[in-house]
């Protein structure tokens, strides 16, 4: 596998039509003062697209992208980006962390400094790790899946394929939340001969055993269940339209991107920890680099059909599997799913839970160091 250096650039026509499109948006009505309360807030939204137009700087954000090590390599037919940032420590160990959606690999980037380089960072040198942050096939700059099936398996089994065959790494560890917590879990499963550990930020899959021989539903895990289904209900609206007909979706979504500000920058808001106020977790700067990104690759719609494809195989344990190596879960408190510690434990080895004081789904662009904190500490005694 031939893994060669990549530098992101978006080409200045791609930006100019991109502007000409946000000054031409045709605004929908809205119901007065309702707020949030049908979707993305349209005073909101013209704000953002303003900024967009006047005020946003990409090619600032590009450069600030490109200071870290960025590289494409073949994997089993698809060219997938990633960064690749070695440790400065004595012993770095190597780590691949996922994103999920509507994230791309930008959501990692406050983290990347803090794992290579820990020393500068108020930590200690024997914490560092060589960081790979793989866009996953059809996210941003990695080429989407030719075929259907591009579930968390098949992510996972690429990963593993990267690392050791491209990277040559034997023996590393895997981190990630939301699509990424799930790729991370099944790397765990699938290949336990080579992942020393994995740390995560939300445990969705796989679904546990629950058959004949299984323990009794705990109360906490019956309300866990029900929690789970009103969340469904009240916010689960995006996730069916992805998981069933996200072709339909698509056409509006990469034709508009004021439409697709607002189906992303909706989900920033709602699934952080910002009491209604998005920009108290994130600038405009910092949602609009990620919106861009899945802009000038028109990649909303392959980076949908992970919902489809994942749908189609239900990642269900049977009795006696669980995922044995070492699992580490950060809890924050706005993440979107929150099951107790004894359903987790039906599904992992379970060596560390720690309860965050704040933060929500995007945790290493909410609390990068909170994050990081815990991902040294729970590999720390898996070093050796």
Not at 61 to 83: G, K, M, S, W
Not at 168 to 179: H, I, L, N, P, V
Not at 254 to 270: C, M, Q, Y
């Amino acid at each position: 596998m031939e893994v060669k250096p990549y530098q992101i650039h978006i080409p200045d026509s791609v930006l100019a039509d991109l502007r000409e499109r946000l000054e031409r948006t045709r605004w929908p009505g809205e119901i007065p003062d309702s707020g949030w309360d049908y979707g993305s807030n349209l005073g909101y939204v013209k704000e953002l697209v303003d900024y967009w137009v006047d005020g946003f700087d990409w090619r600032a954000r590009e450069e600030a992208i490109n200071a870290v090590p960025h590289f494409r390599a073949t994997v089993q037919d698809l060219d997938i980006h990633f960064i690749h940032h070695r440790g400065s420590g004595p012993n770095p160990l190597p780590l691949i962390i996922t994103h999920g959606w509507p994230s791309t690999f930008f959501e990692l980037m406050k983290i990347i400094p803090l794992l290579t380089d820990p020393a500068g960072h108020g930590g200690s040198a024997e914490d560092s790790f060589d960081v790979v942050v793989p866009s996953m096939p059809g996210y941003g700059f990695s080429q989407p899946a030719l075929q259907p099936g591009m579930s968390v398996f098949k992510v996972s089994d690429l990963w593993a394929e990267l690392m050791t065959e491209g990277l040559g790494y034997q023996r590393f560890g895997a981190q990630g939340g939301d699509w990424g917590a799930s790729v991370t879990a099944r790397l765990g499963f699938s290949y336990p001969e080579n992942v020393i550990g994995i740390h995560q930020t939300s445990v969705t899959r796989p679904v546990p055993y629950l058959g004949p021989g299984s323990r009794p539903i705990s109360k906490p895990e019956e309300d866990y269940l029900a929690d789970r289904d009103r969340w469904q209900r009240a916010e689960g609206g995006y996730s069916h339209i992805q998981g069933t007909k996200p072709q339909t979706l698509s056409y509006g979504l990469n034709d508009s991107p004021a439409g697709l500000a607002a189906w992303i920058v909706e989900k920033f808001r709602t699934w952080s920890d910002c009491d209604g106020d998005v920009e108290r977790s994130f600038s405009k700067d910092e949602l609009l680099t990620n919106i861009t990104i899945y802009w000038a690759t028109q990649t909303i719609n392959s980076s949908t059909r992970i919902y489809y494809e994942t749908q189609q195989t239900i990642w269900e344990l049977k009795q006696d599997e669980m995922i044995r190596v070492p699992t580490g879960v950060a809890v924050f408190p706005k993440e979107l799913s929150h099951p107790p510690r004894e359903w987790a434990e039906r599904s992992y080895n379970l060596q560390r839970w720690t309860q965050m004081p704040r933060g929500g789904h995007f945790a290493a662009l909410e609390e990068p160091n909170l994050l990081v904190e815990d991902i040294r500490a729970f590999f720390r005694p898996l070093r050796q």
